[in-house]
């Protein structure tokens, strides 16, 4: 049999994810708005990129969620409503609570307080909040999103459960996609986007898991509440 080195499926499948990111980045910036649409030749044309990786991009994210696939007339960009903002907040808060529950559990794999790994970890997953802190106290909407989303998808690996961490990111860029619609609406953000990303980290490293889970209960409440008033006004 003919040796293949695989290069050329290692460079479509890295090609894919970076078209699918790009996109994705494209919806969270508010640049493809929710119910815009377009074709899979559209899109190659605007990377300059053929249509394989990206037909396979475009399918990945309908998979995610965040598009939707129309037989006839390519792909748009999925439409959320307030209700289904209000059940992602709900399964992110079930979500978090099955890694507290893993974490109070003593899973082997969680990064306790005391575990010799954590004092890095922790180190990397505050650098995160305290960029995502200064974005929302500057209402930097953007930048908020990119270090929001890493702080949370470093954090759910401290717990232990890989399977629990890809769901919550999932999780996370739709509700951001959700919210972004109407976020972008004020002009100005400053005063109004959840800035505890820090507190939450004090309160895991103290190994007050009730602070935590308030903290995080006042988050979604904040969220939900914002999210609403928008829609409504």
């Given amino acids: 049999m003919p040796r293949s080195s695989g290069n050329g ?7 894919r994810q970076q078209i699918a990111d790009a996109l994705r980045d494209e919806v969270l910036a508010g640049r493809l708005q929710p119910g815009q649409e377009f074709t899979v030749k559209e899109i190659a044309e605007q990377y300059g990129v053929s249509a394989t990786p990206v037909r396979e991009a475009l399918v990945d994210l309908s998979a995610q969620g ?3 696939a129309d037989q006839h007339r390519g792909f748009r960009v999925h439409e959320y409503s ?3 903002f209000r059940g992602m907040i709900e399964a992110r808060g079930l979500v978090i609570e099955g890694m507290f529950v893993a974490l109070t559990e003593g899973r082997p ?4 307080p005391d575990d010799p790994r954590a004092a ?19 209402g930097d909407l953007t930048v908020l999103i990119g270090y929001d989303l890493r702080f949370w998808r470093e954090l759910g690996a401290c717990f232990g459960n890989p399977y629990l961490a890809d769901f919550l990111h999932r999780l996370r860029v739709q509700s951001w996609v959700c919210a972004v619609q109407h976020l972008r609406r004020l002009t100005d953000l400053r005063g109004e986007l959840w800035a505890g990303h820090t507190e939450l980290v004090d309160a895991l490293i103290a190994g007050d898991n009730d602070t935590a889970r308030a903290i995080i209960a ?6 939900i509440a914002l999210i609403e008033r928008l829609a409504s006004g």
Avoid at 9 to 15: D, F, G, H, I, P
Avoid at 124 to 133: F, S
Avoid at 218 to 223: D, E, G, L, P, W
């Fill in 120 to 138: 890095p970890l922790v180190a990397g997953v505050r650098r995160r909040g305290e960029e995502a802190q200064r974005a929302a106290a500057a």
């Fill in 66 to 68: 965040l598009l939707e």
């Fill in 109 to 112: 794999n969680a990064v306790r």
């Fill in 82 to 84: 307030v209700e289904d």
């Fill in 9 to 15: 499926a290692v460079t479509r499948s890295t090609l």
């Fill in 218 to 223: 006042r988050y979604n409440a904040h969220s």
